[in-house]
């Protein structure tokens, strides 16, 4: 990703310092934001981060492109704030996705009464 540029507007979307440390390590050059308002969204617009998978989706059905943090915890250092070291030695990376939304699912049966 070192220093590429895309058409609309980027953001990386993380409120840890060591998540933005690694990214500016890598070269990416794009805005920093904490939280992510979908209807700020256009066309063309570039989101990274750990989104939750609706948000993803959003990102996709407005014509964003959108770039997941991906990294393989191990389950002693889950909920541990890491440094851009550590994400580097767990080999942390930016993967693009296409997330799209396929609609609710239905509601389960319920069972009948035993009685």
């Known amino acids: 990703m070192g220093g590429t540029r895309f058409a609309g507007r980027t953001r990386f ?5 060591g998540a933005l440390e690694w990214a500016r390590r890598l070269g ?11 209807a700020d969204l256009q066309a063309g617009d570039v989101v990274m981060g750990t989104l939750p998978i609706q ?3 959003e990102v996709c059905r407005r014509g ?3 770039f997941h943090l991906v990294i393989d915890l ?11 070291d550590d994400m580097q030695r767990l080999g942390a990376s ?5 997330v799209e939304y396929l609609g ?3 509601k389960p049966e319920t069972e009948p009464d035993a009685g």
């Open 74 to 84: 191990p389950a002693d250092l889950r909920g541990v704030s890491l440094t851009a």
């Open 64 to 66: 964003g492109r959108y």
């Open 13 to 17: 979307v993380t409120r840890h310092a």
């Open 104 to 106: 609710a699912a239905a």
């Open 28 to 38: 990416v050059d794009a805005e920093v934001v904490a939280h992510l308002d979908p």
């Open 94 to 98: 930016l993967q693009e996705y296409r």
């Open 55 to 57: 948000l993803a989706a």
